[in-house]
């Protein structure tokens, strides 16, 4: 017979690795030259292809989301290599079976017991985390009403006194801060650094998703949440000044992917400042000052951008043939 035969004609040469050792030194190799290619920080490799969190919240979840990984990738390996293991180990070993392990009680209480202890681990930690992200303070420093439509986003600073920085709960005399996008203008959300946010999410028409990457974070925007039985409100903080994009992440018709807005994170100082001018009259145009105008105002270099630097109006002519980035 051809297997016998060839299992007879190759004796083991002296000195010759085992086929798992030479494995492991291959798949060793490749992820090496793979983590080398990226060219990635060690901190990048870790995120696993997430971006960096600029709130508390997002470094809890990619914290999460690190370590579960690792403990994936150690359990793949260990799957793995009992899986290579009976394979190129024993696959000359003749006609005969080899040594049967069922009934064994043993074995049979361990692979029962670590996949229900890893199940119990990723549990604790799925609901530790999510509690955290979830949690909310009865009285957050900012609340935006963040209203969505097909197919642009409304910003809505409520309780503000003319000439005040100060946010109070909504009173009859009240200015309302409202930013509102068009086809031709990226909304910005402008937001302080360090202090407590909560938003408020509604939609006007279909339902969207409130989705800004770097807070790790997104929320389904519902027409009438209160009616849809839905948690429309979160809370973040967030820790680093800069611009952000943000989208509809929930398929909501033509224009769907048009739908951007930008995160603008300032200090609180300049928030403070923004809020100020958005409540006063621009002596320019007689009327309120615009998110643009009050942030050329202000004069703080990139931070004071008034239009979005993330992303830019889409082309909303269907009839075009080139796309626009
Ligand atoms: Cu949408």
Redesign the pocket.
């Given at each position: 017979m051809l297997r016998r035969s060839r299992a007879v004609g190759t004796p083991k040469a002296a000195g010759k690795r085992s086929p798992v050792a030479r494995l492991g030194k291959v798949a060793g190799l490749v992820s090496l030259i793979a983590l080398g290619a990226t060219g990635c920080s060690t901190d990048e490799v870790l995120r696993f292809g997430w971006p960096e969190g600029i709130t508390p919240q997002a470094n809890r979840m990619r914290e999460f989301w690190t370590w579960s990984v690792v403990a994936a990738l150690i359990i793949g390996v260990i799957t793995w290599a009992l899986i290579l293991w009976p394979v190129v180990a024993h696959r000359k070993r003749g006609e005969t079976l080899p040594k049967q392990f069922q009934y064994n009680h043993f074995l049979e209480w361990i692979y029962t017991g670590i996949p229900v202890v890893i199940v119990v681990v990723l549990f604790y930690f799925t609901a530790t985390t999510q509690n955290y992200v979830q949690a909310e303070t009865d009285n957050p420093d900012v609340t935006v009403d963040v209203l969505?439509?097909?197919?642009n986003w409304e910003f809505d600073y409520v309780g503000y006194r003319n000439g005040g920085a100060e946010q109070k709960p909504a009173a009859p005399g009240d200015t309302t801060v409202r930013t509102i996008g068009s086809s031709a203008e990226i909304p910005l959300l402008v937001l302080p650094t360090g202090r407590t946010i909560e938003y408020k999410l509604h939609?006007r028409d279909?339902?969207?998703?409130f989705f800004v990457p770097e807070f790790l974070f997104k929320r389904d925007?519902f027409p009438r949440p209160e009616k849809n039985d839905q948690d429309s409100t979160f809370q973040n903080r967030i820790d680093k000044q800069g611009s952000f994009v943000g989208r509809?992440?929930?398929?909501?018709?033509t224009y769907?992917s048009a739908?951007n807005f930008e995160v603008r994170a300032i200090s609180p100082d300049l928030f403070d400042q923004y809020l100020k001018l958005r409540t006063q009259t621009n002596p320019d145009t007689g009327k309120g000052y615009t998110a643009a105008e009050a942030l050329t105002k202000m004069n703080c270099g990139d931070l004071c951008s008034p239009t979005a630097v993330t992303t830019k109006p889409f082309n909303t002519d269907r009839t075009a043939r080139t796309a626009t980035k």
């Open positions: 969505a439509f097909q197919w939609s279909v339902i969207h998703s925007v509809c992440a929930e398929l909501c018709g769907h739908m």
